[in-house]
Nanobody, 115 residues
Framework: QVQLVESGGGLVQPGGSLRLSCVAS????????IGWHRHAPGKEREFVAA???????NYADSAKGRFTISRDNAKNTVYLQMNSLKPEDTAVYYC?????????WGQGTQVTVSS
């Protein structure tokens, strides 16, 4: 049973933008904190941003001022708008839904920032 599905990754030049989408099951969407994490080769997986069911947001320092997380309640979707992308943003980006005893991850979407 698929709970989270990411999309929107791709290849972009430095300074460019991408918008990632995470579609969640309805039940999961309305009761979870949904966030984005990323995993770059040779590095630990790291937190990027998260949004609560009430719309409160939290960002990693590396994302502040460049990335924006938002949610569309009608579409059960959380977005990550990424602007001013840098080569060091290259990673697989994962959507994560947490709350209470549950912790679900999506399959990931590749973001590559390169000229």
């Amino acid at each position: 049973q698929v709970q989270l599905v990411e999309s929107g990754g791709g290849l972009v030049q430095p300074g460019g933008s991408l918008r990632l989408s995470c579609v969640a099951s309805r039940r999961l969407f309305i009761i979870s904190v949904i966030g984005w994490h990323r995993h770059a080769p040779g590095k630990e997986r790291e937190f990027v941003a998260a949004i609560t069911s009430g719309g409160s947001t939290n960002y990693a320092d590396s994302a502040k001022g460049r990335f924006t997380i938002s949610r569309d309640n009608a579409k059960n979707t959380v977005y990550l708008q990424m602007n001013s992308l840098k080569p060091e943003d290259t990673a697989v980006y994962y959507c994560r839904a947490t709350g209470g005893p549950w912790d679900y991850w999506g399959q990931g979407t590749q973001v590559t920032v390169s000229s």
